[in-house]
């Protein structure tokens, strides 16, 4: 594989890991404010309570698609969830784009990043939101975890020795 298809292909697994995480961000932010459970089987409209279908929930473009209201009941979606996703997938590309020969530090700046977000954002009112927010930290953390491993997996079936010299 060359230098060029891999760096391809790792921003793009960047820029789709940052936007899922942003768009998990706003559901974090969204069930602790409204005192819902974590973690359901799917998501509904507020509004409406209609279930939500996956194309519906496609970070950033669903919003585009629908126009900013939910599909059944026409209640306007918070132009902040698209920006907020938006905003992580900048920061994530950018962070890739910057660093791209240490993946140990720009996937540690991406943690940092969302974890400073979270705690910034989202304030817990009581013992059971205290509790939903460690559960997405938690959720946040293993998320980080899995494709950094990935990461590193594929920096040393490509690089090999290389990469292992370019470790901080
Ligand atoms: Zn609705």
Redesign the pocket.
């Known amino acids: 594989m060359s230098d060029f298809t891999f760096f391809v292909i790792l921003l793009s697994t960047s820029a789709i890991f940052g936007t899922t995480i942003g768009a998990y961000y706003c559901t974090i932010e969204y069930r602790i404010r409204a005192n819902l459970p974590l973690v359901t089987s799917g998501c509904i ?1 507020p ?2 309570g ?1 279930r939500l279908a996956l194309y519906h929930q496609i970070p950033i473009l669903s919003f585009f698609l629908l126009k900013g209201k ?1 599909h ?2 026409h ?1 306007p979606i918070p132009f902040r969830y698209p920006l907020t996703e938006a905003a992580f997938l900048t920061y994530y590309t950018l962070t890739f784009c910057m660093l791209y020969r240490f993946p140990l530090i720009f996937i540690s700046l991406w943690y940092l990043f969302v974890m400073i977000w979270i705690l910034k954002n989202v304030h817990t009112k009581n013992s059971r939101n205290y509790n939903r927010l460690l559960k997405g930290l938690l959720i946040i953390t293993a998320y980080h975890a899995v494709i950094g491993l990935l990461y590193i997996i594929l920096y040393l079936a490509v690089y090999g020795s290389f990469f292992l010299n370019c470790l901080p």
Do not use: D
């Open positions: 409209c509004s409406c209609h939910c059944y009941c209640a």
